[in-house]
């Protein structure tokens, strides 16, 4: 699934169409699992009682939208151009 439902609010920039999440639920808290092209790249979450679904969701989207935006605006590694 996308990041979020059709017409959510959100406060952070939308993701490219090749990200997505899924939510899962353990007791109180939700965990997102963002992933790119399908490979997990982090996990974030929230623990609060009371919440739906859809609000979790809502909120995890927008932390997911954060963590990406940040994630693209890294600069390239220097690591990565060792042979």
């Not at 999440?21 to 623990?47: P, T, Y």
Request: aromatic residues 6%; hydrophobic residues 40%; negative net charge.
């Amino acid at each position: 699934m996308k990041l979020d439902r059709e017409g959510a609010p959100h406060t952070e920039p939308l993701a490219p169409e090749d990200w997505n999440m899924d939510i899962a639920q353990e007791g109180s808290q939700f965990i997102a699992l963002v992933q790119h092209e399908s490979e997990l790249k982090c996990r974030l979450s929230i623990a609060a009682g009371g919440l739906d679904d859809a609000t979790a969701r809502t909120a995890l989207a927008d932390k997911a939208r954060h963590w990406i935006h940040e994630y693209l605006s890294r600069p390239a590694s220097a690591f990565g151009s060792l042979e």
